[in-house]
DNA sequence: TTCATATCTGTGACCCCG
DNA sequence: ACGGGGTCACAGATATGA
């Protein structure tokens, strides 16, 4: 317990005036809200969410943050903000004139100015000034109206003066809200729904800048561009890209001067001192994570101590220097970092970001245009973007504890303070109508949605208790009342403390809603969770739970806090709920899959991790908020079941990886002697299936994304001085020079797009043939080709997705997929691939597990079935364990694969330009990614690629032979005869 | 309608703990 | 110590009501 910490719990109704002398004697008349205080800030930040768009728009914001008793909102601003809008777009420099206004006197102006300033944070505070800052309690510490005015930084003098200037100048006129509101030019205005950024005044033209020197706003040194402008169309719109520096916006190092920092903070003004670069203090090389990042175990071996980025004592001073530096700095935002957290360096806040954040259900909306850049201030700005980057660099949503594991690490920690029983601060930390948990009513298992929602209502009783402390019935019907006002918002799941013994919870795996879990978390560790047993603790734990339970879909096993026959009684007792079917047989945990049960796809509710987590979200189903508002039968949106009725079509965990089959596809037909008969409508399927999905014109059209496609010149060149040459695999050692190994807005975009490219590709299964071909033990040709046949075509609608594979010629495109389809299936299929079981895992259809064994799959086959089998388990050891566990990896393999020059129908000139264009670009972008995630172990794992790839050709070249010899006579002839009508 | 205030909400610095 | 989660001051946004 903080040592400075847990001080108080301040209920008094009076404001506190904590450190400040002169305002005591103000009468404090007005009923506070209570502010409980455990420490003292030493930092204080500024959390606009709003980007100044330029000097006029922060200056303003100071103006309020100086003088007006609230900042933010529409009616903070008494009458100075009317005049500010109404003549502020016309007279940009309203604010000089006030000031000029108010004193004629340089000094006091200046003094006027600097407060500004102070308040802005281009200056460090000094001790004495820091008590000038308005605390939030002085905010609202406001005696009478007049007062309220001018509540801390001004003098009586001056705010005389104010008042006097401001009644000379002001007029009555439109209304702020209005102002505020409506007449914000509705392009850019985004109403507030919740979840949705804010960003409301970002849109005001860019002002000329008040010709005055402290409005000057340092470019901050040139230095480094730590992040290369935002890919934008030739012409951005003026208005819709968050302008940080300067008007005019120059291009240059994203370190905004503007922020307010205050104490010891990091920043450092540029005249005093260091011209560092004030807010990312870590130049140019921030991007990539250390070179450990994720790497012990597999298998590559550090040089140069790279990988020990943390030992003191590298040989090379550069790079150790180098590395030291990148491991202090935050990958997603280029602050300080504190550590790794959810498996990336990261500082504390994007820490805690992508804790909130990474498993809600609704995908943020950008302000902008999709790419802003992410640093330590503009960070705030576009939630969407940040998240994004955070997958991006690779913190793992996985990672976070679902509310199992939280409710255990709760229990067990109360079960230990009960046995050396320290509580040293009793009525502290836990809520007072949320006493100590008893041990089941801990509101659990619902995954996901839950946990996300939990936090909100303990927020919402955070907030409850910052108020009169004692909580009654009373205070859920108004904070019902408060929520049916908010419909946007997504509501928080209601645990009434009194009327409701098991708040949120369903049982531990047992809802209607627990098939996606289940499948998911099967997902998850499919993909995802090496054995490595990367992390110590935590982690460690996390993964002996969860593994554990997705070996055992049964709800026991010491999983369940509540009985399955508890959990009946507690529906029994709500009105409306029903006892889900499918009940024993889920698993708990996992949270994510909970998110969404509605049973509607979610498109748009993705997330946008690049992570592998990615398909979990797209299968997952949107469970969360629906109804809920009532809290008894709030149990969890869980039995939004309707998804989960029997007839109708399989829901979420029908995430069948058939493209894992790619191997399978190619290798487990045959057996008999119809072979050639076989081979040779196998043949024709396999092409007609490409063409025909070709020609579909359902296939997905390509999003006006430029981002696709050879923005070359955009991208930065791969640090490692590899760069993918035409000139194939040849890679050079690396330059030394400085590097960056951060993505940059363009290449962000451009990932985002070849995520866009495959969505889809994991989808479940629809149910019919395909699936029934899938369950099959033993799979027949025709099956066999059922499955192939949705795969390749999704394979196809991927390709038709990447918009410079239309600028290939139709024979071209055909050739591509021809050649590369079972290149790509078997790069799919390696991250299927656990070489622990030799098999590949697919996720459970309903319970039942269906892994193929590979030696299963090759058994029946011929002797070059054998030969094939070592190569494609050599393939798939070769392949790198990153790589694997990559998704976003994955696909940029396979754009690459796919953009390989082909001689089967032989493609033109033109094609093959395109072509070796496209692969170099994937390559290129992939060995940027990589960097991205590891550094300098990019290049090892980068170099193996060709190898692989060489590998992977020689594979699918021999792929066809297999049917040879295999194939029962008369099979041929039971395929299903559409694969083979002609058009 | 305007404005003061209350409330909701996301952020991030600090903290606790296994 | 590391890296999970928890806490809560803060401040912007929004709702409410005089
Ligand atoms: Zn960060
Ligand atoms: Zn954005």
Redesign the pocket.
Same mark, same amino acid.
């Given at each position: 317990?903080?040592?400075?910490?847990?001080e108080t719990?301040s209920v008094s109704m009076e404001t506190e005036t904590n450190e400040n002398p002169e305002k005591v004697e103000e009468p404090v008349v007005? /009923?506070?809200?209570v !502010? &409980?205080?455990?420490? &003292? /800030?030493?930092?204080?930040? %500024? +959390?606009?969410?709003?980007p100044p768009n330029s000097d006029d728009d922060r200056l303003r914001?100071c103006f309020?943050?100086m003088y007006?008793?609230?900042?933010?909102?529409?009616?903070?601003?008494?009458?100075y903000?009317?005049e500010y809008y109404r003549q502020g777009n016309e007279n940009h420099d309203f604010f000089k004139r006030f000031c000029e206004g108010y004193s004629s006197d340089e000094e006091t102006r200046e003094e006027i100015y600097r407060d500004l300033q102070l308040h802005y944070g281009t200056q460090p505070l000094s001790s004495n000034q820091q008590n000038r800052?308005?605390?939030?309690?002085e905010?609202?510490n =406001?005696a009478?109206?007049a007062t309220?005015?001018v509540t801390t930084p001004v003098s009586d003098d001056e705010f005389l003066k104010i008042i006097e200037y401001t009644e000379q100048n002001s007029r *009555?006129?439109?209304?702020?809200?209005?102002l505020s #509101?409506e007449r914000r030019p509705s392009s850019t205005y985004?109403?507030?729904?919740?979840?949705e950024? !804010? %960003? !409301?005044?970002c849109s005001l033209e860019p002002l000329p800048l008040p010709d005055h020197k402290i409005f000057k706003f340092e470019p901050a040194t040139p230095q480094t561009g730590m992040f290369t402008p935002p890919m934008h169309s030739p012409q951005p719109p003026p208005t819709n890209q968050p302008s940080y520096h300067n008007f005019d916006d120059a291009p240059g190092p994203s370190t905004l001067s503007w922020e &307010?920092r205050q104490?010891q903070s990091t920043y450092r003004f540029p005249q005093m001192g260091t011209p560092d670069d004030p807010v990312i203090h870590s130049p140019p090389s921030i991007g990539a994570a250390p070179g450990m990042n994720g790497y012990h175990g597999s298998g590559v071996k550090l040089e140069e101590g790279i990988g020990a980025c943390g030992s003191p004592d590298d040989g090379n001073m550069d790079s150790s220097e180098e590395s030291r530096r990148r491991q202090k700095t935050c990958r997603v935002c280029g602050?300080h970092a504190?550590?790794?957290?959810?498996?990336v360096?990261t500082?504390?806040?994007?820490?805690?970001?992508f804790?909130? +954040?990474a498993l809600r259900p609704k995908e943020f909306k950008c302000p902008y245009s999709e790419d802003c850049e992410i640093n330590?201030v503009s960070?705030?700005f576009c939630?969407k973007c940040?998240l994004r980057k955070c997958f991006t660099v690779g913190m793992k949503k996985e990672?976070?504890?679902n509310e199992e594991?939280?409710r255990r690490?709760?229990n067990?920690?109360l079960n230990?303070?009960g046995s050396s029983n320290k509580r040293p601060q009793p009525g502290?930390?836990?809520?007072p109508q949320a006493p100590p948990q008893q041990p089941h009513q801990s509101p659990i298992p619902h995954p996901g949605v839950a946990v996300y929602q939990q #936090?909100?209502h303990?927020?919402?009783q955070?907030?409850?208790?910052? &108020?009169p402390l004692t909580i009654n019935p009373m205070e859920n019907n108004?904070?019902m009342h408060?929520?049916q006002?908010?419909p946007? =918002?997504?509501p928080?799941l209601m645990s009434p403390p009194v009327a409701q013994p098991y708040p949120l919870t369903s049982p531990v795996g047992s809802s209607a809603s627990d098939s996606p879990p289940n499948r998911s978390l099967t997902m998850m560790h499919n993909g995802e969770k090496s054995p490595d047993g990367y992390? *110590? %603790?935590?982690?460690a734990?996390r993964i002996s739970q969860t593994s554990l339970s997705s070996n055992r879909p049964k709800m026991d096993n010491g999983q369940v806090v509540l009985s399955t026959e508890e959990y009946k009684q507690l529906l029994a007792r709500i009105p409306g709920a029903q006892v889900p079917g499918l009940m024993n047989e889920e698993e708990p945990i996992n949270k994510r899959a909970a998110y969404n049960c509605n049973g509607h796809p979610m498109p748009a509710d993705t997330t946008p991790p690049y992570s592998n987590a990615m398909s979990d979200m797209s299968l997952s189903r949107n469970n969360s908020t629906s109804s809920g508002m009532q809290p008894l039968t709030h149990v969890n949106g869980t039995h939004s079941s309707m998804s989960e009725i029997p007839g109708s079509s399989v829901p979420t965990q029908s995430h069948f990886d058939i493209a894992s089959f790619g191997m399978g596809i190619v290798t487990a037909t045959g057996g008999g002697d119809a072979a050639e008969e076989m081979y040779r409508k196998m043949n024709t399927f396999y092409e007609r299936c490409i063409q025909s999905a070709l020609d579909s014109p359902e296939s997905q059209e390509p999003k006006p994304l430029d981002a696709m496609h050879h923005q070359k010149p955009e991208y930065m060149a791969p640090n490692h001085g590899f760069p993918y040459q035409a000139d194939p695999y040849n890679v050079p050692p690396p330059p030394e020079r400085n590097i960056n190994y951060q993505l940059n807005a363009a290449e962000l975009k451009a990932l985002d797009a070849v995520r866009e490219a495959f969505f889809g590709m994991d989808d479940p299964m629809e149910q019919g043939r395909q699936m029934q071909s899938f369950l099959k033990a033993n799979k027949s040709p025709a099956d066999i080709m059922n499955i192939m046949d949705v795969t390749m075509r999704r394979f196809v609608k991927v390709a038709k997705g990447v918009p410079a594979f239309r600028e290939v010629s139709q024979e071209g495109k055909f050739s591509l997929l021809k050649g590369g389809m079972i290149e790509m299936l078997t790069v799919r299929g390696v991250t299927r691939y656990d070489p622990t079981t030799n098999s590949f895992k697919t996720p459970t259809i309903k319970g039942q597990n269906v892994s193929v064994n590979v030696d299963d799959m090759f058994a029946k086959l011929n002797a070059n079935a054998q030969a094939q089998k070592a190569k494609c388990l050599e393939f798939f050891g070769f392949f790198d364990e990153e790589i694997k566990k990559n998704e976003l990896a994955v696909y940029l393999v396979m754009l690459a694969v796919l953009f390989s020059v082909r001689v089967d129908p032989p493609m033109t000139e033109n094609d093959v330009r395109i072509v070796q264009e496209q692969h170099n670009h994937f390559m290129s972008l992939l060995s940027r990614y990589l960097e991205s995630l590891y550094g300098e172990q990019a290049r090892r794992i980068f170099e193996r690629l060709p190898k692989a790839l060489g590998m992977l050709n020689d594979i699918a070249r021999n792929a066809g032979m297999l049917f040879m010899g295999t194939v029962r006579s008369g099979e041929a002839e039971e395929l299903p005869g559409e694969f083979f009508k002609i058009k």
């Open positions: 317990m903080g040592t400075n910490g847990g719990t007005r /009923r506070k809200r !502010t &409980r205080r455990r420490h &003292r /800030r030493i930092h204080s930040k %500024n +959390n606009c969410l709003t914001t309020l943050i007006t008793p609230q900042c933010g909102g529409t009616s903070y601003n008494g009458g903000m009317d800052q308005i605390s939030s309690d905010q609202s =406001v009478s109206p309220s005015r *009555p006129v439109e209304s702020m809200s209005t #509101q985004i109403p507030r729904t919740g979840w950024s !804010t %960003n !409301t005044l &307010r104490g602050d504190t550590g790794y957290n959810f498996n360096i500082c504390e806040s994007c820490k805690a970001f804790r909130r +954040n330590s960070r705030r939630q940040r990672w976070i504890l594991q939280l690490r709760k067990s920690r230990n303070n502290h930390q836990m809520s #936090q909100q303990q927020q919402q955070q907030q409850q208790q910052q &108020r108004q904070m408060h929520m006002h908010r946007n =918002v997504m928080p992390d *110590p %603790n935590m982690m734990h």
